[in-house]
């Protein structure tokens, strides 16, 4: 009754406002991904099942939030994320943020480590403690915990192809220490098929780089159950210039994939799905949809959690989103305006009700951040939880007809591509046939069309410019005698250790990889062995390589 | 025309271990779209094999991207294979995260031009297309 009410009276204003409105329909507002934005929501626009579909925060399908009480139960966590020198300089900035009563950022480590390759590889050559910390093997791992307890710290790595050999380290370095690993807590990123598509740093072909975090979801399952062995990086999808569609989509798939193999292994959901987090991008840009989006993915994680994977623990189906502002939006002209950009991007998160936020700085365009920049990405945090009254009610955009639309619609074309990959034999399909690669390509290619002719606005990029120069610009941190230095302290390693221990855990891990992944065949145990006899991360990864070989990317768009 | 004009032949790749590819998949699909025969030869190429590859496809023109800070180094390491190779007629360009005051370094050791991270695409194009068409008067 109320609803045909509603409809006649949208049909009397539209009669009365014919010209303008027709004028404003006239130009095609969508958001990004395509879903297009009508002049105005109301009722008829929203579902007429509002709490079946909706519901209350903290309870399914959590779309109003996971808690009930929203963030008067708990702030959101401001986070930020720091870059590092040596295993020396990151130990002492480990301690001093102890010591002021933090917990240590999550640390970066560089591209060698990253990919698996020792400081003397060829390729590793002039990137040897460039983008982060040179860890080679538990001696460096020795080096930046000197002085610090495993048990009573949180430790997050940003690491993925070879996570597995940083948890080893840290399970070994913690055993040392007499440590409970019960108690132990920390975090791998471990999220190796977003590399294949997006963020690019792989080793091993599709199947066996999957059996590698199963194999880490398992042993942390059996073993170490406060620790969180996976973190699912949506974020990097929009990075790569993928819409939030597709953000989502990728980043659930990539989920499921990891979820289908370990519970294939015997694993129960209820077990290990807690400690898997997203990791995604908060931005300005199409604000309401981003809030939406957070909103979908709870009901989309929830549902998919409780009725396809039989999840009984509430606990297992509340999505937990962790999101930082995108460097891909920020300008390097009139560079004050990104505090704006990531000031807005911080409203989108907390409207969308997640648990952490980080910012950008609004000079890292330029290069490594400058301590008052970093502050002030902080501070701006510290204005939208303490001045704007924001976090004082849960949800304060539930029952927007307009947003609850926009929900409705983000989750439909999710599970649509959801559905799409599915048919194509689910997400390692889709990455090794190239679709994934090729959709990501597509959409950076529109929107940077867009950009350069002028279609979407970039303030001070291609609308209201004004002259001004590069301001100076804060170099990058890279001493070669830094290489050298990890490339010597490699060499001394191989002659002190105990080498013919080294060869035998090597064969051991070749051995494991040969046969094909099972309970009982874990590659956790062999690797933990290596890296107690301080193998390197270049000859763990090598036995690996000589097993399964290297991942050759689709290159065509 | 009796003979058939050779389209222009590019190869594009990252050197090194960096990942970002965004730039330089949308500069693959740029030249494509400009009619251009582009080989893209993906992630973690050593100096070595890029330089190979250029010369095996008998390209006009190697594209190289660089994000994460190796860019001096590595594209110092390509200049001067292209020399001993004696292929310094392919045309050397670089693009990505490059700060203003390493493009003169890159120009000296051989780098004909270096696109940063706010490079228009059809800026690129036009400078492919304009030295190509001098390579091949030469």
């Known amino acids: 009754m109320f609803l045909e009410q509603i409809k006649t009276a949208e049909e009397e204003w539209k009669e009365r406002h014919k010209d303008e409105i027709s004028q404003a329909e006239a130009?095609?507002?969508?958001?990004?991904?395509?879903?297009?934005?009508?002049?105005?929501?109301?009722?008829?626009?929203?579902?007429?099942?509002?709490?079946?579909e909706v519901g209350f925060p903290g309870d399914f399908p959590f779309t109003r939030g996971n808690d009930a009480a929203g963030y008067r139960k708990k702030l959101w966590t401001i986070s930020h994320y720091a870059g590092f020198g040596s295993p020396r300089e990151?130990?002492?900035?480990?301690?001093?943020?102890?010591?002021?009563?933090?917990?240590?950022?999550?640390?970066?480590?560089?591209?060698?480590?990253?990919?698996?390759?020792?400081?003397?590889?060829?390729?590793?050559?002039?990137?040897?403690?460039?983008?982060?910390?040179?860890?080679?093997?538990?001696?460096?791992?020795?080096?930046?915990?000197?002085?610090?307890?495993?048990?009573?710290?949180?430790?997050?790595?940003?690491i993925n192809a070879p996570a597995a050999v940083f948890l080893a380290m840290h399970v070994v370095l913690a055993e040392k220490q007499g440590a409970d690993l019960k108690k132990i807590r920390g975090n791998l990123q471990n999220d190796i098929l977003k590399e294949f598509t997006a963020r690019g740093n792989f080793i091993f072909p599709v199947a066996p780089s999957l059996r590698l975090v199963t194999d880490t979801l398992e042993y942390c399952a059996q073993h170490l159950p406060a620790y969180w062995p996976l973190n699912v990086c949506g974020g990097h999808y929009p990075e790569a210039g993928a819409n939030r569609v597709h953000e989502v989509a990728f980043?659930?798939?990539?989920?499921?994939?990891?979820?289908?193999?370990?519970?294939?292994?015997?694993?129960?959901?209820?077990?290990?799905?807690?400690?898997?987090?997203?990791?995604?991008?908060?931005?300005?840009?199409d604000l309401l949809e981003e809030a939406a989006k957070f909103r979908a993915m709870r009901k989309i994680w929830a549902t998919r959690l409780r009725d396809h994977y039989g999840a009984k623990d509430a606990e297992t189906m509340k999505c937990r989103v962790l999101a930082h502002s995108g460097g891909s939006l920020l300008t390097r002209e009139r560079p004050e305006l990104n505090i704006a950009r990531t000031t807005l991007a911080c409203v989108a998160g907390v409207l969308g009700g997640i648990q952490l936020i980080g910012l950008r700085t609004m000079d890292e365009v330029f290069g490594i951040p400058t301590e008052k920049s970093e502050l002030i990405a902080i501070g701006t945090q510290h204005v939208v939880a303490h001045e704007t009254g924001l976090p004082d009610v849960v949800d304060p955009l539930g029952g927007s007809y307009y947003v609850e639309a926009l929900t409705a619609e983000f989750e439909r074309k999710v599970l649509e591509e959801l559905e799409r990959i599915e048919r194509m034999g689910g997400m390692v399909k889709a990455i090794e046939c190239g679709y994934v690669r090729k959709a990501i390509a597509q959409d950076a290619y529109r929107t940077h069309r867009a950009w350069e002719n002028g279609d979407k606005v970039k303030v001070g990029v291609?609308?209201?410019?004004?002259?001004?120069?590069?301001?100076?610009?804060?170099?990058?941190?890279?001493?070669p005698e830094e290489e050298q230095r990890q490339l010597e302290a490699v060499r001394q390693l191989r002659r002190e250790r105990d080498n013919a221990a080294v060869d035998q855990a090597l064969k051991r891990i070749v051995e494991t990889a040969q046969r094909p992944a099972a309970t009982g065949n874990?590659?956790?145990?062999?690797?933990?062995?290596?890296?107690?006899?301080?193998?390197t991360i270049g000859e763990i990864c090598g036995a690996l390589r000589r097993v399964f070989g290297e991942y050759s990317e689709p290159t065509s768009f | 025309m009796s003979t058939q004009q050779r389209k222009i032949r590019v190869l594009m790749g990252k050197p090194g271990l960096c990942g970002h590819d965004r730039g330089i998949v949308l500069v693959?699909?740029?030249?494509?779209?400009?009619?251009?025969?582009?080989?893209?030869?993906?992630?973690?190429?050593?100096?070595?094999?890029?330089v190979e590859v250029a010369i095996q496809e008998d390209v006009d023109v190697l594209g190289v991207s660089i994000l994460a800070g190796g860019h001096l180094s590595l594209c110092e390491r390509i200049a001067t294979l292209l020399r001993e190779r004696n292929a310094q007629d392919i045309v050397l360009l670089a693009g990505g995260f490059i700060p203003p005051e390493d493009i003169p370094k890159m120009k000296a050791f051989g780098v004909r031009e270096v696109f940063r991270d706010g490079?228009?695409?059809?800026?690129?194009?036009?400078?492919?297309?304009k030295v190509a068409t001098e390579r091949a008067a030469a």
């Not at chain 1, 989920?255 to 289908?260: E, L, N, P, S």
């Not at chain 1, 291609?462 to 001493?479: F, G, L, S, T, V």
């Not at chain 1, 590659?523 to 301080?534: D, N």
Request: net charge negative; with cysteine; aromatic share 10%.
């Open chain 1, 27 to 52: 130009v095609n507002a969508a958001c990004e991904d395509g879903i297009p934005l009508k002049v105005l929501y109301t009722p008829s626009d929203s579902k007429a099942d509002f709490y079946a």
């Open chain 1, 90 to 158: 990151t130990n002492v900035l480990f301690r001093k943020m102890i010591d002021h009563g933090g917990v240590p950022p999550y640390m970066a480590l560089d591209l060698p480590t990253q990919l698996g390759l020792d400081p003397d590889h060829p390729m590793a050559r002039g990137e040897v403690g460039m983008a982060g910390t040179s860890v080679t093997s538990l001696r460096d791992w020795e080096t930046i915990f000197e002085g610090i307890k495993l048990e009573d710290t949180f430790v997050g790595t940003v």
């Open chain 1, 251 to 285: 980043a659930f798939a990539d989920a499921f994939t990891y979820i289908d193999d370990a519970i294939r292994r015997g694993v129960n959901i209820d077990n290990f799905a807690k400690g898997i987090f997203f990791l995604m991008k908060t931005n300005h840009t």
């Open chain 1, 462 to 479: 291609n609308k209201y410019q004004i002259e001004e120069n590069d301001p100076p610009r804060q170099p990058y941190a890279y001493k």
């Open chain 1, 522 to 535: 874990n590659l956790m145990p062999p690797i933990i062995e290596a890296v107690r006899a301080y193998a």
């Open chain 2, 28 to 50: 693959v699909m740029a030249l494509r779209d400009a009619g251009m025969e582009v080989i893209y030869s993906g992630r973690h190429n050593s100096p070595e094999s890029l």
């Open chain 2, 119 to 129: 490079a228009r695409l059809e800026e690129i194009v036009q400078f492919i297309e």
